[in-house]
Every structure is written in C-alpha cells, then in structure tokens.
C-alpha cells in the first residue's frame, strides 16, 4: 500500500517516526530562534541608529513649536493692532488721552472706548483684546491739520515675539 502525502501536508524526505512526530534527521534541524549575540548585535545597532537619529528629530521639533509661537504671537499682534487701528480712526481728536500704557478716547458715535494694558492682557473696556502683550506705548502727534496716533506694541508667546509699530491717522 502505497501513501500519498495529502496536499496540506508535506511529507520529510528522511527522518523516523517517533509516536505520531515526525523527527527530521539532525543535519536537517531547522533553527527555532536568535542566538545571544544576535540580540546583542541587534540591539547595539538600533540604539546606535538611535543615537544618530533623535538629535535630528529633537531639532525639527525644536524648529516646530518655536515658529508656532512665533506665528500665534505675530497673529495676536495683528489682530490688536487691526482692532486698535479701525477705532482710532473713528476717534474724536479733542477727546484722546495717553497714559504709560493706555488711551482712552470717544468715538465718532459719542461712545467711549479705552485700551489699557492690565498686567500681560490687553483690554478693550471690559473684554481681553489679546493676552501675552508685553509692551503697548501711544504716542499722539497732533498737527495743524491731522492727528496721528503711533501705537507700539509687543506680544510674546512662550518667550517668542517681536515688536511691531503702527501709525494711524485719525478722521477730522
């Protein structure tokens, strides 16, 4: 009687039946696992690659999140300066008045609108216009037919900032 293998088992070419194993002859012995110093060398050569790696990565990160700090404090700016600007120009020039880090003025409309530096938050009356400001100056220039108002302004987001400067010329 002859045996045919069945197709989802192949049958060895050598070896002797031990109860129902099938033992390969030890020249054919597969290799089941890593020897020590495989592991060893392996993990050698990743911490090595690791080693070179990480510097390159931690500097790109680095790089990341400073121009986001840049980039949000640079739009804080902006957006007070924008808010400022568009007020100013609608002030009565008679009514403006300058403190260390404020301006109070009325608008065209008769209503009255201050900007005041209270610590690190900029305030427009009661309501944050933008936090992180670290310096806010008015400096009021009045001529014989205008009146120009220059505001300097810094807002700093997680030690990055830089000043930014505007001059706005009042409506008559």
């Given at each position: ?70 980039r949000e404090s640079d739009s ?14 609608g002030a009565d020039p008679d ?51 205008d009146t120009t108002v220059q ?22």
């Amino acid at each position: 009687m002859t045996m045919i293998p069945s197709p989802e088992r192949s049958w060895p070419v050598a070896g002797r039946l031990r109860g129902r194993e099938w033992l390969a002859p030890r020249h054919q012995a597969r290799r089941l696992g890593f020897t020590l110093l495989e592991m060893v060398m392996t993990i050698t050569l990743l911490a090595v690659v690791t080693g070179m790696v990480l510097p390159i990565l931690s500097v790109g990160f680095e790089t990341f999140f400073l121009h986001s700090n840049i980039r949000e404090s640079d739009s804080r700016a902006l957006l007070a300066l924008e808010r400022m600007t568009r007020e100013l120009r609608g002030a009565d020039p008679d009514t403006l008045v300058t403190g260390a880090s404020s301006i109070s003025f009325t608008d065209q409309n008769g209503a009255a609108v201050s900007f005041v530096l209270n610590n690190d938050t900029l305030m427009r009356g009661g309501s944050i216009l933008a936090e992180g400001v670290t310096a806010l100056a008015f400096t009021v220039n009045s001529g014989t037919y205008d009146t120009t108002v220059q505001i300097d302004l810094t807002v700093e987001v997680g030690g990055q900032g830089e000043p930014f400067r505007t001059t706005v010329g009042i409506r008559n």
